[in-house]
């Protein structure tokens, strides 16, 4: 699949359907400078034990920057030049959102707080140029949270995730391994 050279492509999914692996693939067939966003915490000793694989899948060559919060800030202070960037993902920066906040916080408040998170990754996307790869999941397919919790994640990535599409120049859905084209 040919992607633009650059801009913003939204790389949306379900849990396992490959969205991570594809962005991986497309990242490394441009040959250019990547760097690699991670946005994943280690919780607990199964998520520890996913990161090092992630870790390790990488290209050596690849640079890597971790950033639970505050993703557009970081890479705005990350001093190296990339033409690639790869953020993975957005699903883990919006929960970064919801953990950091007390539990009793309002969806309103929530949506402030990712809002200006999407808008400042969107500035700094804007600045750098080059060709950005960021992976979603796509978690409103489902049926509605039974948890006030979940409906506030639920809402809030939904948003986020309109937001990136508004501002990409592809949208692609990843179904088992295989990429659709949205947009």
Not at 59 to 65: C, F, I, V
Not at 100 to 113: A, Y
Not at 139 to 147: F, K, N
Request: net charge neutral; with cysteine.
């Amino acid at each position: 699949m040919n992607l633009p050279s650059t801009g913003l492509t939204l790389i949306l999914g379900g849990a396992r359907s490959g969205k991570s692996a594809f962005a991986e693939r497309m990242a490394r067939e441009t040959g250019r400078p990547v760097l690699f966003i991670a946005t994943a915490t280690a919780l607990d000793e199964e998520m520890r034990e996913r990161i090092e694989k992630h870790r390790a899948a990488r290209p050596a060559e690849w640079q890597t920057l971790e950033a639970a919060l505050q993703v557009g800030a970081s890479v705005r202070r990350y001093a190296p030049s990339h033409e690639v960037f790869l953020l993975d993902c957005i699903t883990l920066l919006v929960s970064n959102v919801l953990l950091s906040l007390p539990e009793e916080t309002p969806f309103e408040v929530v949506l402030q707080h990712v809002q200006a998170e999407i808008e400042a990754l969107l500035q700094v996307q804007k600045e750098r140029g080059g060709l950005w790869l960021v992976v979603s999941n796509e978690v409103g397919l489902g049926v509605v949270p039974p948890y006030p919790l979940g409906r506030i994640y639920r809402d809030a990535l939904g948003w986020a995730n309109q937001r990136l599409a508004q501002e990409a120049a592809r949208v692609l859905f990843m179904v088992a391994g295989i990429p659709l084209v949205v947009k």
